[in-house]
């Protein structure tokens, strides 16, 4: 049971961790965009991102949770906690800072951004790259606690 479990956080936080990275990777691109267009890859690229991560990142703390209780070895249940630690600070970043950020952003039009537009662009890339980091933290954690 535990090896399943532990193959599922695996899973779970690499899938993580790739979105993770992939808005690490946006940032650069995004600051060269002009505002409308900006605008345009937030709304339309990243509607889906939401509702599907949210999702996988409340598996995978419920599936890094498992790990602490299933996993017997002394290490073992500390790594799980660890990665349950970073995955629930993800979620509390994403619900606190991030989702009014991505709430505010979908109510401009073209004609609305306000001037300091880039203020919230910039700051949302900043909490997903602390976002990138900690599921980092929490995918290796888990692997260590796998080969441990």
């Excluded at 509702?51 to 498992?66: C, F, I, K, P, Q």
């Excluded at 017997?72 to 249940?77: D, T």
């Excluded at 919230?120 to 260590?144: E, M, N, P, T, Y």
Aim: aromatic share 10%; charged share 10%; hydrophobic share 55%.
């Amino acid at each position: 049971m535990s090896a399943w479990v532990g193959f599922v956080s695996v899973f779970l936080l690499g899938l993580a961790s790739g979105v993770s990275f992939s808005h690490l990777l946006q940032g650069g691109p995004k600051r060269t965009l002009p505002p409308a267009q900006f605008l345009a890859v937030q709304q339309i690229l990243l509607r889906n991102y939401g509702s599907a991560v949210g999702g996988l990142e409340a598996a995978a703390l419920v599936s890094t949770l498992a790990t602490v209780v299933t996993w017997g070895k002394p290490l073992v249940p500390v790594l799980a906690s660890v990665a349950s630690d970073c995955v629930l600070v993800m979620i509390i970043i994403w619900a606190v800072w991030i989702d009014p950020i991505n709430k505010t952003v979908n109510s401009w039009t073209p004609g609305s951004l306000p001037s300091n537009w880039a203020d919230f662009r910039d700051r949302w890339h900043l909490l997903h790259a602390c976002r990138f980091v900690l599921s980092v933290v929490a995918f290796g954690a888990v692997i260590g606690g796998l080969v441990a």
